[in-house]
């Protein structure tokens, strides 16, 4: 059975006042994306793909509500495939929850789901889907164009006109074992087809230390995401125990 699910809500502090509650994380546009993108945003009838990172995901979905062209008020969005996306980060990246719509599990039937959500809601994220055949995806393409809606794919999507990812990323903050995570600083590089065929970077906090998108200094960020393989020692005796690198446990304080 398809389950749908929307969620509203209203702090208990404008209840007592009677003022209208603005939505949680509301901040506006991210223009800390404006330099990956053609034209400065997501183009309306457009995919782009978020390279597996969610920050980066609820970011570009976060700007494509508030940056079209006569968007006045709350923006319709949707979450199709994305079980793991709760309404609290969704909040925090600046998105309406009394303007989404959840579809955690489209099953076999998703390019049908996923087709009638197109048609009807502006910004519309997707997680991992099974593969489909290209007629199938031609035909999604068109529904995308025809209503001018955004597609914004977690992993890959074929046809992608922007394809963004992490090339490196780090956390701010701990220290050995001991410490806060105050901001993520990333590094994201785009390319695409077309206009956003050529290759940019920029480095990011995602989020940062206020809890925003926002441009970061250049820094010495690694070069990849995954850890440099350790260089290889001398052998060890025969039944004798490799040195083991000990390291403190991490732990947060404050």
């Known amino acids: 059975m398809l389950e749908i699910r929307r969620v509203w809500t209203v702090p208990a502090t404008h209840e007592a006042t009677h003022e209208p509650a603005a939505p949680r994380g509301d901040r506006g546009s991210v223009p800390a994306l404006a330099g990956l993108l ?43 495939g994305l079980p793991s996306l709760g309404p609290l980060a969704a909040a925090d990246a600046g998105l309406d929850l009394g303007a989404g719509m959840w579809v955690d599990a489209p099953g076999r039937q998703w390019p049908q789901v996923l087709h009638a959500v197109l048609e009807a809601v502006p910004v519309v994220m997707t997680g991992p889907l099974t593969p489909v055949p290209d007629r199938v995806r031609r035909r999604l393409a068109a529904a995308l164009r025809r209503s001018g809606a955004v597609l914004l794919a977690a992993e890959g999507w074929d046809g992608a006109q922007v394809r963004l990812r992490v090339t490196a990323a780090t956390w701010e903050g701990v220290g050995t074992g001991e410490g806060l995570l105050r901001g993520r600083r990333v590094r994201v590089t785009a390319d695409g087809r077309g206009a956003a065929g050529r290759v940019r970077q920029a480095e ?22 995954a850890a ?8 060890a005796a025969p039944g004798s125990r490799a040195p083991v690198r000990r390291t403190g446990p991490l732990r947060a304080v404050g």
């Open 38 to 80: 053609p034209d400065g945003r997501v183009r309306p009838g457009t995919a782009v793909s978020a390279g597996g990172d969610m920050p980066l995901l609820l970011a570009l979905a976060a700007d494509a509500v508030t940056s079209g062209p006569g968007r006045t008020g709350p923006v319709g969005w949707a979450a199709i």
């Open 228 to 235: 440099p393989a350790a260089a290889p020692g001398p052998a």
């Open 204 to 225: 990011l906090w995602l989020p940062g230390p206020d809890g925003t998108v926002s441009l970061a200094a250049p820094s010495s960020l690694p070069t990849g995401l």
